[in-house]
């Protein structure tokens, strides 16, 4: 059983308990820092972001089916207070547990229902490239995404597709997707995609970039459609991660690359996941 099969599993059998991210790590044998960056790869949410989605999302389902005592709900989510619970309710769906209650629905609540991870844990793993690589700067659109929607993502690649090939100072024809720090205490995360640029060069001035500094990557390929690419994150950091002979380097330590032969329009062509590592 995977790093991160085992996480959920525990999480699905106590995400009523007063469960946190000490708990999970210690249960599972893995380190608090590692967990925390394991997870959102894995899953697009963190530790907190999925507890938190699951307790409210059973707590609205209750209420939809009428719970008569709305403080009990929140008791049991993990809330010691009414308001706490409301607050918490409303932040994540946009309406109070009276009003689910009283309309006794659940529709287009932005539910948080359990992970399955089967598909994710079938992904057979060939054994990565260990490369050294240069310091790199990316340049791109970049946005910001809550841990449970991403699904402007393809979008975003679109909109960066007619700069590719027409900026002064690109190199090479390869594109890259960086994904910023995730943190357990603020839900979301930065998700760039862009080129490689010189280090002189003018940006477009709707463009971010970041400076990923020279380091050690473990390069996965990934094989099939771009739509299943979540898979094999799931596998590096369920699988491979945790068996590793490395230390996973800090700081913009996670690019997904997509070789000049790879088609957006297809979704076919050179996939790799570039793991940072420091040996």
Known sequence: MSAIVRALWYIESRFREDLCLEDLAAATGLSRFYLSRMFPMATGLTVSGYL?????????KSLADGAPDILSV?????????????????DHFGLTPEEVRRRRS??????????????????????PRIERHGALRIAGLS??????????IPDQWQKLAPYIGNIDGMVGGATYGVVGAFSDDVQGYDYLTGVEMRPDADLPPE??????????????????H??????TCAAIYGDWHPRMEFETGEN????????????PKTGYGTMEIWVGVTN
């Open 52 to 60: 938190r989605g699951r307790r409210l999302t059973e707590a609205a």
């Open 143 to 152: 946005e910001r995404y809550g841990m449970a929607g991403a699904a402007g």
């Open 252 to 263: 913009y330590s996670f690019l997904e690359y997509y070789g000049p032969d790879f088609n």
């Open 74 to 90: 929140a008791l049991e989510a993990g809330y010691s207070s009414h308001e706490a619970f409301t607050r918490a309710f409303r």
């Open 106 to 127: 659940i529709e287009n609540l932005d539910l948080v229902e359990a992970i399955r991870m089967e598909a994710a844990t079938k992904v057979t793993l060939d054994p």
């Open 226 to 231: 771009v739509s299943t690419i979540s898979a």
């Open 207 to 224: 463009f971010a970039s970041v400076a990923i500094p020279a380091r050690t990557w473990a390069k996965f390929t990934h094989k099939g």
